[in-house]
């Protein structure tokens, strides 16, 4: 691929103390896991943003990623989704680690995976509708009438239909990042990474996200990875939680624990305290 | 390519003519196997060659009025007047026809390139592309590049025209050479030769300009601010590999 996928200096890679931990080799796995992150570090120049995560997304369950404003939540998403390649660690998506893999290969990754980005990302020269049936025309052999019935039923069942002509600009925020949304979830991926999908939605267009999360949850069984800061939101739909904080994975586990964790960080994320650990 | 960035000149050079030699590869294995949407290079084409024409009608219009003007005087004054045609024909089509349009096209073309893709890149709609595994290059760069390389010489014909008839026209009003004085001139002066060579500058430019603008466009950090400024490093690096490939063709070509 061309875009060099980050301006890595590889000569500042990680302190001498980590780079045993980087280097070490990746261990596959259990089936029942369908991304494993191990020991990943990735640094944009010679700022560190992540350093030493680790996390793990169970098969068919949505783990919800929480974390400050820069703290490297999208990164993680693009770890996944192998837009960026870590300096360190390594990264298992349905039991093979992508770490390293041409991008040829790449690609047959994420053919199954869906990405809603946190900016919508439309196409900004397509209609909504074309940029729903995208996905479909590039990997599936489907025929120009299933598609244009998959992508009516998904831009209906997020409320889309009536702007399914529009382009891009004539669209409010919060509608095209549903139809990101729609366009991540068409291809009816095993793994979806959705970038704050609620963030900037009117509570009813939140709660209509959220059940659509369940939705696929239950139908698709697919394994979802979502960033999400809200906390309502995240107990809605979490079956586990990661907190991410100075580019580590400090805590993770089932959502109902989560609420009870005596860590002060995770106690002053979840209050909205200013008071506490965490540096302002 | 000029602006300091800390590492040393000879390093970021080489990284960046890499960087244009991995882009042109990348787009190459697309297009040798015909894996790219006529229909894409020819809105590309549209926009990014044909709604140039009336830049390029104006700039190399001047350009012939302006050579035959300065030719004519002197001309007259030492009684060769038949070398009026034929010198406006000879810059034009070896040299200033293929590079004047390389040039104004890097300014419209190139620019319009490296800023929509720039924002592209901003608004995450090139990892969009990645993100369902489709190829950047495939989607964005090669119908660019290939409008661009076909489409610079067919401008530049349209600018050698204009600018010979344009001589032409300004030898008329100066001193009313006939026109068969002028065009005997112009055909004693070029052959067919010339014409074709530099229009296989022009494809070269086209090739420059398309690549630069689509690498910078690609390399856009930041927001608003990050997009001009790679269009205008796009539009300068063009514009300086033009002058030094120009150079560097008529050298091997017109030796
Ligand atoms: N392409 C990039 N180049 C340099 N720094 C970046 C780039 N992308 C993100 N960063 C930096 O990495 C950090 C983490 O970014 P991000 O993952 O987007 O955070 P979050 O999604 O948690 O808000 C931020 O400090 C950001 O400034
Ligand atoms: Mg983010």
Known sequence: ?280 | MIAARGRPFPLRFFEYAGGLVELLEDSLRYILTLRFRPSQVLSQAYFLIVQSLPIIVLTSGFTGLVISLETVAQAVAYGFSNLIGGSVAYGTVRELGPMLTAIVFAGRAGAAITAQLGSMVVTEQIEAYQSMGSSPTKVLVVPRLLACVIGLPMLTIFADIIAVYGGYYMAWLQVHLSSHAYWNSVQNFIGFDDFAKGLFKAAVFGLIVALVACYEGFRTQGGAEGVGRVTTQAVVTSIILIFAFNFALSFVLFR
């Not at chain 1, 590889?10 to 494993?36: K, L, N, W």
């Not at chain 1, 020269?125 to 025929?143: D, F, I, Q, R």
């Not at chain 1, 107990?235 to 964790?261: C, Q, V």
């Open chain 1, 1 to 280: 691929m061309v875009l060099r996928s980050d301006d890595v200096d590889t000569s500042v890679m990680v302190s001498s103390a980590d780079r045993e931990t980087a280097a070490a080799p990746g261990i596959p796995p259990p089936e029942d896991v369908a991304m494993s992150m191990q020991h990943a570090y990735l640094l944009y120049g010679k700022k560190t943003v992540l350093s030493d995560c680790s996390l793990d997304c169970k098969r068919g369950e949505v783990t919800c990623v929480i974390g400050l404003s820069g703290a490297g939540k999208s990164t993680i998403l693009r770890l996944i989704n192998g837009l960026r390649r870590p300096q360190g660690g390594h990264i298992y998506v349905n039991g093979s680690d992508i770490v390293g893999l041409p991008e040829r290969d790449l690609i047959e990754v994420r053919k199954k995976m869906g990405f809603a980005f946190q900016g919508a990302a439309l196409f900004d020269s397509l209609t909504v509708t074309e940029n729903v049936s995208y996905p479909l025309y590039e990997h599936t052999k489907l025929s120009p009438d299933e598609i244009e019935k998959r992508v009516d039923d998904t831009l209906e069942s997020l409320g889309l239909s009536d702007v399914a002509d529009r382009l891009p600009a004539e669209l409010s925020g919060g509608m095209q990042k549903r139809v990101g949304f729609a366009r991540a979830i068409v291809n009816e991926p095993e793994i979806i990474l959705f970038d704050e999908p609620t963030t900037g939605l009117d509570p009813i267009m939140t709660n209509v996200i959220t059940d659509t999360i369940r939705t696929i949850q239950s139908k698709l069984h697919a394994t979802s990875v979502v960033v999400m800061h809200d906390m309502p939101s995240v107990y809605a739909i979490a079956d586990n939680i990661a907190m991410l904080f100075e580019g580590t994975i400090i805590a993770s586990g089932p959502a109902k624990d989560f609420r009870r964790s005596q860590n002060p960080i995770i106690q002053q994320f979840l209050q909205g305290s200013e008071v506490g650990p965490i540096p302002l």
